[in-house]
């Protein structure tokens, strides 16, 4: 069983709807929560950290639940420009500094 | 371009052939990660050097890969013996030493193919 699991997607939604996206994490021990996004053929790059207490970035909300081991992604107001994969990525405590990555869910917003 | 680089971006080989792929991170980061990613999966830790050092390597890196950072600044990975298994995209990330725990920046990545 893989350490970070996610919604394995695809998600076609149309412009302007909201969607969420899940995450649940297997090692009790991780420590930090991220949001990575990834566009078809390029490099990861960070959407947004998730905080203990949720938190806000424009039409991002990230939340974690630390008791479930869950992490979760809601966007509103969907943009075309949104679509792309979007990782969850953990860092355990006990493991130095690498990111552990879920499979990613893709994101495909339509007009 | 301030950015971490990846050389070549594209490689092509045939099985059994030696490839080394370079990485120059950003200036002020001494943390240096290589990860692999192979097609509809996330990203793969692979390794990571504090400076020059070594600290951490995955159970993925077999006795065919080998890592370095002599300076502390650019780092290789070269695989020897290339197996078709090992076709990915082998992306590099640096972080700065104040927080461990801030974001990674990735490079655009090497892409390999083994015949």
């Known amino acids: 069983r893989k350490e970070v699991e996610q919604d394995p997607g695809p998600f076609n939604v149309p412009e302007g709807a909201t969607v969420a996206f899940n995450c649940t994490y297997s090692n009790s021990a991780s420590q930090s929560f991220f949001w990575y996004r990834q566009d078809c053929r390029k490099e990861p790059k960070l959407l947004m950290s998730v905080y203990s207490s949720g938190n806000e970035d424009g039409r991002f909300t990230a939340q974690l639940n630390r008791a479930s081991q869950y992490i979760s992604l809601l966007i509103r107001d969907s943009k075309l420009s949104d679509s792309a994969t979007y990782l969850c990525v953990v860092i355990n405590s006990n493991s130095g500094y690498a990111l552990n990555f879920g499979k990613g869910t893709s994101l495909l917003v339509t007009p | 371009d301030t950015g971490v680089s990846q050389n070549p971006r594209h490689k092509i080989t045939k099985r059994g052939q030696n490839v080394t792929f370079r990485c120059d991170p950003i200036?002020?980061?001494?943390?240096l990660y290589w990860y692999r990613q192979t097609l509809g999966q996330g990203p793969e830790f692979l390794t990571y050097?504090?400076?020059?050092?070594?600290?951490?390597k995955s159970r993925l890196l077999s006795d065919r890969f080998s890592a370095e950072r002599p300076k502390g600044s650019f780092s290789t990975l070269e695989i020897q013996r290339t197996e078709q298994g090992d076709s990915a995209m082998y992306l590099c990330a640096s972080s700065t030493r104040d927080n461990p725990y801030n974001e990674q920046f990735f490079g655009p990545g090497t892409r390999l193919t083994v015949l």
């Open positions: 050097f504090q400076n020059e050092a070594q600290l951490e």
């Open positions: 200036s002020e980061h001494n943390r």
